[in-house]
């Protein structure tokens, strides 16, 4: 169908043809594209560790580039589609991901994957604004609210799925299937937009913001750079210099300080450049006025905020299970369950006293929730604790964040005008996807450092410094990895790394417990919000960006 055939919205009251339920379809298994290849590799890192000899900040690297780039240009290819058109955007994107899961699958060193994932990045930029717009713009009515309900439900389903298929390709195949498998379902989307998915374009586009979208790179990725490289170069003095080529860091200040000033003057400039844009009457990347509402000031920060502590988790329990516990990916899989499980039961808890409740209270009670469950895995971690405590944290710490994360973004969006609630909605996803981008780089760097200067702490005296320096820098720079094989080398030291290792991932879930701390704090000045059915008949476009966040 062409784009002006498409052009004509579809009637509130006329019923979808069987070709938009198939086009649901189709763009379902986009989104299950994105959800899925997150969440399987976080159980296949470990094995990624082994193959390509991935360094602890490689680790964080392979997680991060992946989501700093879906965070800065979510925005961006929002716009873009919205001018060029929604389903080719789509398509661009599903060719661009499939294609860069190729090379992901195909990757021989630790360098080509993060390359592979930055492109993936990119490629999910494309597809997730544009499933959203896709759906707003053929669905009316009763049918749009099924349209995201099956689109949400789907993105909940595949959170499930994803640690359970990546956990299984890995352990009976290989970790290179869990980017894989990716290409059978691209090309799967590709025949079946083609056929099932009509083109859509905004009547009133918008010309993108390309400074402010360079501005918000520039400050995006220095901040994390600078929180993910810190224990590498040096935060203030030269540790190790930065090496490009043939060229060396040629201070003693390490280049930590400057990434972190590049970061602070990358944000002001690009706060003063939105403002001065908006001044003319201009689009910005932001909408400005809105956070003059306190409601979605306040609320995009406890976003930002719970997201952090939310997310940064995943990164070091898959490690902590495989390589202290010994758990393979199909096991590791099985108990991230938990957490989809939790969330699944907290959806139905929370439609049972949505007439009652508030939804800023459900988000109180959720963050309250992810707290709790953070406290008990961090409790029982040890170097050998039984895998139903473990599960027991991990479904409190779900029914959590399936209190919280959906509702969240409708008290964000209460105070809203309507016409502007899409724009507003991709900035609370935008929010979102940052704290994420922070959680790894944070909750990362406070995992690894907490393993070096612990397992220092416990093998000083008992090995010579020159042994226990090699025996810290081998455990750190593989992840953990390194712990097996040390075991047939030194089974003393294989149990100070493995002790060592439980403790930094107690620390890592008490930090990530206490940024949700700081995020419940946050919802305070929300206000009491109103009970969730009110806020159930908000536009259906800003309700599936609350059951987009990740």
């Given at each position: 169908m062409t784009a002006a055939s498409s052009s004509f919205p579809q009637s509130p009251t006329a019923a979808p043809s069987r070709r938009a339920w198939i086009g649901l379809?189709?763009?379902?298994?986009?989104?299950?594209?994105?959800?899925?290849?997150?969440?399987?590799?976080?159980?296949?890192?470990?094995?990624?560790?082994?193959?390509?000899?991935?360094?602890?900040?490689?680790?964080?690297?392979?997680?991060?580039?992946?989501?700093?780039?879906?965070?800065?240009?979510?925005?961006?290819?929002?716009?873009?589609?919205?001018?060029?058109?929604?389903?080719?955007?789509?398509?661009?994107?599903?060719?661009?991901?499939?294609?860069?899961?190729?090379?992901?699958?195909?990757?021989?060193?630790?360098?080509?994957?993060?390359?592979?994932?930055?492109?993936?990045?990119?490629?999910?930029a494309m597809i997730l604004p544009t499933t959203l717009s896709?759906?707003?713009?053929?669905?009316?009515?009763?049918?749009?609210?099924?349209?995201?309900?099956?689109?949400?439900?789907?993105?909940?389903?595949?959170?499930?799925?994803?640690?359970?298929?990546?956990?299984?390709?890995?352990?009976?195949?290989?970790?290179?299937?869990?980017?894989?498998?990716?290409?059978p379902l691209g090309i799967l989307i590709i025949i079946g937009a083609l056929f099932a998915v009509s083109e859509s374009r905004s009547e009133h586009p918008v010309r993108v913001d390309v400074v402010g979208a360079l501005l918000s790179v520039v400050m995006s990725t220095s901040l994390v750079f600078a929180l993910i490289e810190g224990r590498t170069y040096g935060w203030w003095l030269v540790d190790e210099p930065l090496v490009i080529g043939d060229w060396t860091w040629p201070l003693d200040v390490s280049i930590i300080p400057f990434a972190f000033a590049l970061a602070l003057v990358g944000g002001i400039a690009f706060v003063?450049?939105?403002?001065?844009?908006?001044?003319?009457?201009?689009?910005?990347?932001?909408?400005?006025?809105?956070?003059?509402l306190a409601s979605f000031r306040n609320g995009n920060i406890a976003a930002l905020i719970v997201s952090l502590g939310e997310f940064g988790l995943i990164l070091s329990l898959p490690l902590w299970l495989q390589n202290v516990l010994g758990y393979d990916a199909l096991q590791t899989g099985f108990v991230l369950l938990a957490l989809a499980i939790g969330s699944f039961v907290a959806s139905g808890a929370a439609a049972a006293f949505s007439h009652r409740v508030p939804a800023v209270h459900v988000v109180r009670i959720g963050i309250a929730a992810e707290i709790a469950g953070l406290v008990i895995v961090a409790f029982v971690i040890g170097v050998d604790t039984p895998w139903w405590q473990v599960v027991i944290g991990l479904f409190v710490y779900g029914f959590g964040v399936?209190?919280?994360?959906?509702?969240?973004?409708?008290?964000?969006?209460?105070?809203?005008?309507?016409?502007?609630?899409?724009?507003?909605?991709?900035?609370?996803?935008?929010?979102?996807?940052?704290?994420?981008?922070?959680?790894?780089?944070?909750?990362?760097?406070?995992?690894?450092?907490?393993?070096?200067?612990?397992?220092?702490?416990?093998?000083?005296?008992?090995?010579?410094?020159?042994?226990?320096?090699?025996?810290?820098?081998?455990?750190?720079?593989?992840?953990?990895?390194?712990?097996?094989?040390?075991?047939?080398?030194?089974?003393?030291?294989?149990?100070?790394?493995r002790e060592a290792f439980s403790d930094a991932t107690r620390y890592s879930a008490i930090a990530a417990a206490g940024f949700l701390a700081l995020g419940l704090l946050a919802t305070i000045s929300l206000g009491r919000g109103r009970p969730l059915d009110d806020e159930a008949d908000a536009p259906g476009e800003p309700a599936a960006e609350a059951a987009a966040a990740p």
């Open positions: 379809v189709v763009i379902s298994i986009a989104v299950a594209l994105i959800i899925v290849d997150s969440t399987i590799v976080n159980v296949a890192i470990p094995s990624i560790v082994d193959d390509l000899g991935l360094t602890s900040t490689q680790v964080q690297w392979v997680q991060e580039s992946y989501t700093l780039v879906f965070a800065a240009l979510l925005l961006v290819f929002g716009t873009l589609a919205d001018r060029f058109g929604r389903r080719r955007m789509l398509l661009i994107g599903v060719t661009i991901f499939a294609l860069s899961s190729v090379a992901a699958a195909f990757a021989t060193s630790g360098d080509l994957l993060i390359a592979s994932r930055v492109v993936q990045g990119l490629g999910g896709l759906l707003n713009a053929t669905f009316r009515g009763r049918a749009r609210g099924i349209a995201f309900a099956v689109w949400g439900s789907t993105i909940g389903g595949m959170a499930a799925v994803g640690p359970l298929l990546g956990g299984w390709l890995t352990t009976e195949y290989s970790w290179r299937w869990a980017f894989g498998i990716n290409v003063a450049w939105g403002l001065a844009r908006q001044r003319r009457g201009k689009s910005t990347m932001l909408p400005f006025p809105l956070f003059r399936g209190l919280a994360t959906a509702q969240l973004t409708g008290v964000v969006l209460a105070d809203v005008p309507v016409e502007t609630s899409g724009q507003a909605s991709g900035t609370q996803s935008t929010s979102r996807q940052f704290g994420s981008a922070l959680g790894i780089a944070v909750l990362g760097t406070i995992l690894f450092t907490s393993l070096a200067g612990g397992l220092s702490a416990k093998l000083d005296g008992q090995v010579p410094d020159d042994v226990r320096d090699q025996v810290v820098d081998v455990v750190v720079d593989s992840a953990g990895a390194a712990i097996p094989a040390l075991e047939e080398r030194s089974p003393e030291a294989a149990d100070a790394a």
